[in-house]
């Protein structure tokens, strides 16, 4: 029978490297690759993973996930990201330019870029807001928080060529990525640092630095199964009724939408157990309620 893992607030250090988050401040210069690759390294863990790619410029939250946690990596599809960018406009920004931008905000047609690592197809994204903080004769500070997989540099381009005067991004930075966001980023020095007084012994700067990797669930829905039914799913087993001890209220109703929510469950004293898809009602006496999709213990 699988080990489950202890209550993320009792774990070792080497226990919370192995499944841990941090909330890192990439720095301009590196790709996203090559940030993970240094904190696996760092850390001394076999693996490590970024949620959602920057480009080498492009500065900001980037969580990496080490050993184990690396299966939480989809997660980060289902939430929002949000950005910084300056706005480089081809000539003086309109007097409309609030106006304009916020025709773009819903859903929006892009074509990913041709260096892109994916297909070049067309596809929708959705921009939840795009606000105009401050304009400055041929720039302008744009706030967006938007889907998953939007590309930034695309929307600039075409919010230009919709102001009349043509654009391209000027600098960004990621301020968000759910559930995390950039009032608590941690540099690479500060982790360098705090990996190097738990090794002398003070294990505190570590703590504060590299999260239990359960944070980077927080903004999921959420369902509490029993001990016995965890170590059924450790062994591959789905979620089924019998084994839920409790269920977020809007549970109900996010599993009457169209498309299947991702939800992660815990045990009672909140380590993760797995992700899966809600295909039941937790409040049955009987069926499966989550179909499986990562083991986490």
Not at 98 to 124: C, D, H, N
Not at 161 to 179: I, N, Q, S, V, Y
Request: proline share 7%; net charge negative.
């Amino acid at each position: 029978m699988t080990e489950l893992r202890a209550p993320p607030a009792d774990r070792t250090v080497e226990e919370l490297l192995s499944f841990g988050v941090v909330n890192l401040d990439k720095p301009a210069g590196p790709s996203a690759h090559q940030v993970s690759a240094w904190a696996r390294d760092a850390a001394g863990v076999d693996r490590a993973a970024h949620a959602g790619t920057l480009d080498p410029k492009v500065t900001g939250c980037l969580p990496i996930l080490l050993g184990d946690a690396t299966r939480l990596a989809p997660v980060f599809l289902e939430g929002a990201k949000e950005y910084v960018a300056v706005l480089e406009l081809h000539g003086p920004a309109p007097g409309d330019l609030e106006a304009v931008a916020a025709e773009f905000e819903g859903e929006i047609y892009q074509k990913p870029p041709r260096k892109s690592a994916v297909a070049r197809r067309l596809r929708t994204r959705e921009i939840y807001d795009l606000d105009v903080l401050e304009v400055e004769e041929r720039r302008a500070l744009l706030r967006i928080r938007c889907e998953s997989g939007t590309y930034i540099r695309k929307l600039c381009h075409d919010l230009g060529l919709a102001a009349g005067t043509g654009a391209h991004m000027g600098d960004l930075r990621r301020t968000a990525t759910d559930p995390f966001d950039d009032r608590d980023l941690v540099s690479t020095a500060d982790l360098t640092d705090a990996l190097a007084f738990a090794e002398e012994g003070d294990e505190e700067p570590l703590r504060a630095v590299v999260a239990p990797a359960e944070r980077a669930l927080s903004h999921l829905p959420r369902l509490t199964v029993a001990v016995s039914a965890a170590e059924q799913i450790a062994e591959g087993a789905p979620v089924y009724a019998p084994g839920v001890v409790d269920a977020d209220s809007d549970l109900d109703a996010v599993g009457q939408s169209d498309e299947a929510p991702l939800v992660a469950c815990f045990t009672p004293d909140d380590a993760a157990v797995c992700l899966g898809r809600l295909v039941g009602d937790p409040d049955a006496e009987r069926g499966e309620v989550v179909a499986l999709e990562r083991v986490l213990v």
